[in-house]
């Protein structure tokens, strides 16, 4: 063997050398994407659950203010048909009850002033 084919074997030791530190490296982040696509698996495996419960919560509570918008309604209607109620009642219970007090108080009027002494009614 010459002195050439020496020093190619120490070249060709070294890249032999230099190739093995360099695929250390990938083979870590080979394994490191591998544990990445396997945690994303289980989070989509865990997360895919949730998000259907989430959708069908959501829609049940969609569901349920429906129904209370529709209560919310009703009640609105019949505050109302009672605020009517209450306006028609003292439309026609009022008049005539303010006419019948102004006429016992006239009557009482006329009554005390009937009688002796005037309007007073405690003498002492």
Do not use: C, W, Y
């Amino acid at each position: 063997m010459s002195g050439g084919d020496i020093v190619g074997l120490v070249f060709a030791g070294a890249f032999l050398v230099l190739v093995g530190f360099l695929a250390l490296p990938l083979f870590k982040l080979g394994r490191v994407f591998d544990e990445t696509t396997l945690a994303i698996r289980d989070l989509t495996h865990t997360v895919t659950p949730l998000l259907e419960e989430s959708t069908r919560t959501i829609q049940e509570t969609n569901a349920q203010l429906a129904r209370v918008d529709t209560i919310t309604a009703n009640v609105a209607d019949v505050t109302g048909n009672v605020s009517a109620l209450v306006a028609l009642v003292a439309a026609t219970v009022g008049g005539p009850l303010v006419k019948l007090a102004g006429f016992s108080a006239g009557v009482r009027a006329a009554l005390g002033a009937a009688r002796p002494g005037g309007t007073r009614r405690h003498r002492r």
